[in-house]
């Protein structure tokens, strides 16, 4: 029925016998507040339609439209029927406690049959439900029972209870066991007079209205907390995508495709609020767009135009531009390309956010002839389609595979997203077959064998092997989490987030049965893969580390031999590839190229002041921060190789071009890491002394003002290039 939603009632004890526990027990009340919190909280993330009363039994006061004549007494009705939100959940929370008087658990019954009646006239419900929560240690009339029982069926009302016990079957002696109980005044043999006899019209109840399955809707406080500790999933139709499957020209399909899988994200997004009002509308938002100049000189949204960044610069591209570059095509589309075998199509390669199930058109009996055929086709060939899929006009198009799927009650084809060739990453490692190193033996290979079959996440029941990690059963950890932290925060805002819940926690453990059963074959395996702490071997002194000669060698020597000493490293298989100096990691490719000596040190200077340049035409701190990492390591190596020339050549022009490219910022951040010449005390071929070295950071603006003014430069950074 569309536009059809429930209606509910929570029907709670709150007299004082619900207060009564056993030491170290949680009473009754905390316990049915804990079941109606969690249930409304699990309506408010669901976000329906659903709407929500919550009526109070015990209670020192008297509020409901009932009360005449000393009848229906201590019953309220704390809200009436509407959609759950956060205000119920902070009432739950701060104003529902324990109050001194007790009720006739059967009139609040009454009392919530007739809210239903009168709140939902004019509203199109397709379920009402009561659920009465409460210890049964009241004296109840059992006058009206039969009058109560007729009126509940009349008016299709379903009726749930939770007790702090459970409502064993006297005759066989079973139930569900609640270790969570015992101790309670009402758990097991310890029923008061008054709580049997309430659980006896319970029981009448339920059998009354449902005469095979009606004990099925008694439940305890415990079982029910755990049951609800899961918030539910927002609940959202499934929405049909009609279409036509063509195969040629000549032979189409009508279809209709629904989701079968795809991600599921948290459809409530964060908002910036005021933090004393927590309201969105006292804060506004204001963009405005400046220039990259002193005065920061403002510029209007329709002055602007968007650019894609391509390398060093940006080519503008207008929206008319972008309107015209999109792919142009007829609009919705599942065409059939070609047929492929399916294990030509491998599982590796699917990919996409979601898997699309394909059916015949609805009360289309010739799609429905077509596509069968197509499938059961598909499925004895064992082979797929491969189809062009376009989702709308809008949508880029995308090439998949339409693999036949035939169950019991129905036949489909699924549609799953297949990689173009930049979607594919193409790695090379070395077989391990090749290498004896490395060949597992018999025994080995079986023990492995047997830590699998323990491993296996399917029990034997019976004969049929029972999936113990069902997808379908297990939440997203990370939605649980946020829901617990968002409701916490909502009903008590000033008090630190719960720690997770321990069912959370387990949600992805291994199953119990499995971590017992793989303890063998896992000790099983330390044997058979022994593990032996390797030395590292220490390197044999030298003569002259042994007679303290290494300090009279040159720093350009020792720095060779050092490199020469370096250990291989897988790192050094992925340098082998560098031929340039590229713009992703300038610094780390220079480095790579001197140590393969593959290009003269001068050509490899170069190219890296030209990445230098091109990083400062961004005027950028992450590019100035960029720059600053080249040039460390332009000075590193040149100190290295004993040659300060080109270093210090490079730096010199590039000072004096500072005034004139407005690098000043850039400057102040060199000064501030003391990036200075190469001074004679570190290169002996060096023209620098180490005060000029030491002065050379000191800009022009703080020498003495009576200084003559230099010579007029260009700031030409070629200037390297001469040097050269």
């Known amino acids: 029925m569309a536009g059809a939603k429930s209606a509910l009632v929570l029907c709670m004890d709150v007299g004082f016998s619900m207060s009564n526990s056993a030491p170290g027990e949680e009473s009754p009340f905390e316990l049915a507040k804990q079941v109606i919190q969690k249930f409304v909280q699990r309506q408010v993330f669901a976000e329906t339609k659903d709407e929500l009363a919550l009526v109070l039994f015990g209670t020192d006061s008297t509020k409901n439209s009932l009360e005449k004549d000393g009848q229906y007494q201590n019953i309220t009705v704390h809200r009436h029927l509407m959609m759950p939100d956060f205000e119920l959940l902070e009432e739950i929370e701060n104003q529902i406690h324990p109050e001194s008087q007790q009720a006739d658990w059967l009139d609040a019954l009454v009392v919530c049959m007739d809210l239903l009646k009168t709140e939902t006239q004019g509203k199109r419900c397709d379920r009402l439900n009561i659920s009465l929560l409460t210890d049964l240690n009241t004296q109840a009339s059992s006058e009206q029972l039969d009058v109560i029982i007729e ?39 310890g029923l008061s007079g008054e709580q049997q006899s309430g659980l006896d019209m319970v029981k009448h109840i339920s059998r009354s209205l449902d005469e095979e399955d009606g004990l099925d809707q008694i439940y305890s406080f415990r079982n029910a907390i755990e049951q609800l500790s899961m918030f539910k999933r927002v609940e959202k139709r499934p929405m049909a995508w009609p279409c036509q499957l063509t195969i040629g020209s000549c032979l ?43 005065n920061e000189t403002e510029v209007q949204k329709d002055d602007t135009i968007q650019g894609f960044r391509y390398g060093s610069d940006i080519v503008p591209f207008s929206k008319v531009d972008q309107e015209q570059m999109k792919y142009k095509h007829d609009g919705k589309c599942f065409a059939v390309l070609g047929f492929a075998k399916q294990n030509s199509v491998r599982r590796h390669q699917f990919m996409g956010t979601q898997a699309i199930k394909v059916f015949p058109a609805k009360d289309d009996e010739h799609a429905g002839v077509a596509l069968s055929a197509l499938i059961r086709a598909l499925d004895e060939l064992n082979m797929v389609a491969i189809v062009r899929y376009a989702y709308d006009r809008r949508s880029n198009p995308q090439v998949g595979a339409a693999f036949p799927c035939i169950k019991r009650n129905y036949e489909c084809l699924i549609y799953v997203q297949l990689p173009f060739m930049e979607d594919l990453r193409q790695f090379t490692f070395p077989s391990l077959e090749n290498n004896k190193k490395f060949t597992a033996s018999d025994t080995q290979l079986s023990a492995v064998d047997s830590l699998i079959d323990s491993m296996m996440l399917e029990e034997d029941d019976n004969g049929d092997k029972k999936d113990m990690f069902k997808v379908h059963h297990i939440p997203n950890p990370s939605f649980q989490r946020h829901f617990q932290c968002l409701h916490h925060r909502a009903v008590s805002p000033d008090t630190p987030l ?24 896992l000790e099983e395996l330390k044997k058979k893969f022994p593990l032996t702490e390797v030395e590292k071997k220490k390197k044999p002194k030298t003569s002259a580390q042994i007679f303290g000669k290494d300090s009279e060698e040159p720093d350009a020597k020792k720095a060779k031999g050092d490199e020469e000493e370096e250990d291989y490293s897988f790192a050094d298989i992925a ?68 040659d300060a020339n080109l270093y210090n050549g490079y730096l010199q022009s590039l000072k004096r071009s500072i005034p004139n490219r407005g690098l000043e910022v850039f400057w102040d951040l060199l000064v501030q890491d003391a990036i200075t010449l190469i001074s004679k005390d570190e290169v002996e071929g060096s023209t ?4 000029d070295a030491n002065q050379f950071l000191v800009t022009e603006e703080k020498k003495e003002e009576a200084a003559a003014p230099p010579d007029a430069d260009t700031g030409d950074v070629d200037d390297l290039l001469d040097l050269m």
């Not at 720690?499 to 017992?516: H, I, Y």
């Not at 001068?602 to 590019?623: A, H, S």
Request: glycine share 8%.
């Open 151 to 189: 009126n509940l069926e009349q008016a299709d009302i379903t009726l749930q209870f939770f007790l702090p016990f459970l409502a064993e079957e006297d005759e066989e002696g079973g139930g569900h066991p609640d270790g969570g109980s015992g101790g309670h005044p009402g758990a097991g043999k």
């Open 252 to 294: 189409p399909i009508r279809i209709v495709g629904y989701k079968a899988v795809t991600e599921e994200k948290l459809k409530k997004t964060w908002t910036t609020v005021d933090a004393q009002t927590n309201k969105k509308d006292d804060v506004k938002r204001e963009t405005v767009y400046c220039l990259d100049d002193d």
């Open 498 to 521: 719960p720690p997770m819940e321990p069912w959370l926690k387990a949600a992805l453990d291994r199953p119990d049965v499995v971590t017992e059963r793989c303890q063998g074959p």
């Open 575 to 642: 340098e082998g590839s560098v031929t340039s100096v590229g713009s992703v990691d300038p610094a780390k490719d220079f480095r790579t190229l001197i140590k393969k000596k593959s290009l003269l040190f001068g050509e490899v200077c170069q190219q890296l002041t030209r990445r230098i340049e091109q990083l400062l035409g961004n005027k950028d701190t992450q590019y100035y921060m960029k720059s600053i990492t080249c040039i460390q390591a332009f000075r590193e190596q040149s100190v290295k190789l004993g």
């Open 688 to 691: 620098v002394s180490k005060s």
